[in-house]
């Protein structure tokens, strides 16, 4: 295991005609060798502008990474590269997919193509070589009958074909990371499985790590390794899976939890469902950013910042509830209250 | 509820099929499906994208015209020409919430304009009583009153999901063809929607077709639950005996996909891997149309169309080797 990204104090905002959306607030984390690290979260908490940051697509300068934000790729800093040194990070070192295959990718161009466009750019081989190249990636994804599919325009193709060639175009140059943002949201349930299938295959032959993004946690159960809950930009819970999931802490992270329908529940039966929307990321946030819809919330929620806690190596929390002063409390979320009871009551 | 004047099942579909013709091809998007809803019940719907599901509703609602067979609402035929007025009456009864919240508003009209513009069309109520019905109905969604005079695009996804409710809410309906009206929402909105959608149900003795490809969601507010497969039903059953025992191989490949919020669970299980993709509509496979996909798949399913039985009381399914399979489909979910 070798540190791949190391991000510290990520601060992020977008520059509009009402003010600074302050988007992503404060982030740090670090993403290890061929590991799979899940932002999750609802729209708008600031998960795909992080992604994207890390890319550095933000359009400048309507969207700006605030000073003091740092973003080290194999000691190197991302947002110290010039142009040229960009373009081949883009793609050498990083990747990303993205969440719609129909609009990304480019109706007037056959799929090989656009596998090959990146080939060419990047590796500086020649048009038959990165020929044969792009039928091999086809391949890898599983496409059946690559040489055919490499003359298909993208709407000749299914929805769930669409995203395996986006997953090809992003793997062609081996990055080291792959970032997914929201893969499977357009797709069928069973497409939905397949392309999750694909992504750890993917992820054990060519030892690439992912960052996943999305706003369902059942997407990443089976995928990932750490999981970083977030919201309204910043990370609440961060943790490896089985924690985030058996032991989850921050009342966010239940919320997010019970909305999720299990298959042990009832036919009719009212779900779980969390009230209000997110704070507006115009406004300044100098308390508990969840404190409004949090049902849990004390005094102490709506005057101050709550302080990162330590559970273990790897889980963290940020919530007052973890403050030894604060009362003990039952979560409502139903599944695991035996498992999570039993922590509270060592903690 | 049996009553000489309201017959129990408010909707009845017999055989209905709804071609679409191309210069050279027929695309069989609804091929001979049939069944019934019960009144203030909810039937869902379910199965991959271009299975049918979505015309199948818009078939039922007269939005296209059936290529053949019945439809039976309220006890009445309206699959043919109908008289404006039965047409009026029928539209006011029938309405539709579409899946796509962000593309089904119009975007220079307030959403005051936008909930009332049916009770335009089917009331004639003074401007007071208008305003007042508009409030009513942005109150019974869980909007307030303020939203009344903004547009469309300065709502979040879910409280547009919530006008598109009430605007079909708005002419007092008996009937609402749900569009995938969750597929395009955050799993957290999708909670609240489902919840409003039960709560309308219970409040207005609404009957709903609930249209979905996901099985996790439509299970909360179905009673009943059926699966198509290019464009045929190929099961149909009460929902929880559908996620306990199903019966056809389509249709536990469906559910075994779900993903759980489990990580040991998920490291586990067997999904069930449906080999390839949906055949195309214009060129079906023969027999069975999930023969190509499927694991059980023996000569006789190449050679005939299997029909609709019912397996146990309630429960129906089209697949030849069902009494066969009924063991082996249940465990891997």
Known sequence: ?347 | MTNKSQPTNLVEVKNLSKFFYQRRSVVKAVDDVSFYIPRGETLGLVGESGCGKTTCGRTLLKLYPATSGQIIYDGKDVTGNLSRRELKAFKKSAQVIFQDPYSSLDPRMTIAEIVAEGIDVHFTYSHKQKHDKVTELLAAVGLTEEFANRFAHELSGGQRQRVGIARALAVDPDFIVCDEPISALDVSIQAQIVNLLIRLQKERNLTYLFISHDLSMVKHISDRIGVMYLGSLVELAPSLEMFEKPLHPYTSALLSAIPSADPEHERTRERIRLPGEVPSAMDPPSGCKFRTRCHYAIDRCAAEVPTLDEAKSGHFVACHRWKELAGALGEAI
């Open chain 1, 1 to 347: 295991m070798e540190k791949l990204l190391s991000v510290k104090n990520l601060r992020v905002s977008f520059n509009t005609y009402v003010g600074e959306v302050r988007a992503v607030r404060g982030v740090d984390f670090e993403l290890q060798s061929g590991e799979t690290l899940a932002f999750v979260g609802e729209s708008g908490c600031g998960k795909t502008v992080t992604a994207k940051a890390l890319m550095r697509l933000l359009q400048e300068p309507f969207g700006e990474i605030k000073e003091g934000s740092e973003i080290i790729y194999q000691g190197e800093d991302v947002l110290a590269m010039d142009k040229k040194r960009l373009q081949r990070y883009r793609g050498n070192d990083i990747a990303m997919i993205f969440q719609d295959p129909m609009t990304s990718l480019n109706p007037t161009m056959t799929c090989g193509k656009q596998i090959m466009e990146s080939l060419i750019l990047h590796k500086k081989i020649g048009k038959e070589e990165a020929r044969a190249e792009a039928i091999e990636m086809l391949r890898l994804v599983d496409i059946p009958d690559p040489e055919k599919r490499m003359d298909s325009y993208p709407h000749q193709l299914s929805g769930g074909m669409r995203q395996r060639v986006m997953v090809a175009i992003a793997l062609s140059c081996q990055p080291k990371i792959l970032i997914a943002d929201e893969p499977t949201t357009a797709l069928d349930v069973t497409i939905q499985a397949q392309i999750l299938e694909l992504l750890s295959e993917l992820k054990d032959k060519l030892d690439t790590a992912i960052i996943l993004v999305t706003h369902d946690l059942g997407v990443v159960a089976n995928l990932a390794d750490r999981i970083q809950v977030m919201y309204a930009g910043h990370i609440v819970e961060r943790g490896q899976a089985s924690e985030v999931f058996y032991n989850p802490q921050h009342p966010y992270t239940w919320a997010l939890l019970s909305s999720v329908p299990t298959l042990a529940q009832g036919a009719k039966q009212e779900l779980y469902s969390l009230k209000g929307t997110p704070p507006d990321l115009i406004l300044p946030l100098n308390h508990c950013p969840f404190a409004a819809r949090c049902e849990y919330a004390m005094t102490i929620c709506r005057q101050a910042m709550p302080e990162e806690t330590g559970l273990s190596d790897s889980h963290r929390v940020s919530c007052w509830l973890q403050h030894p002063l604060a009362p003990e409390v039952k979560p409502f979320y139903g599944r695991e209250v035996t498992r999570h009871d039993k922590q509270v009551s060592t903690n």
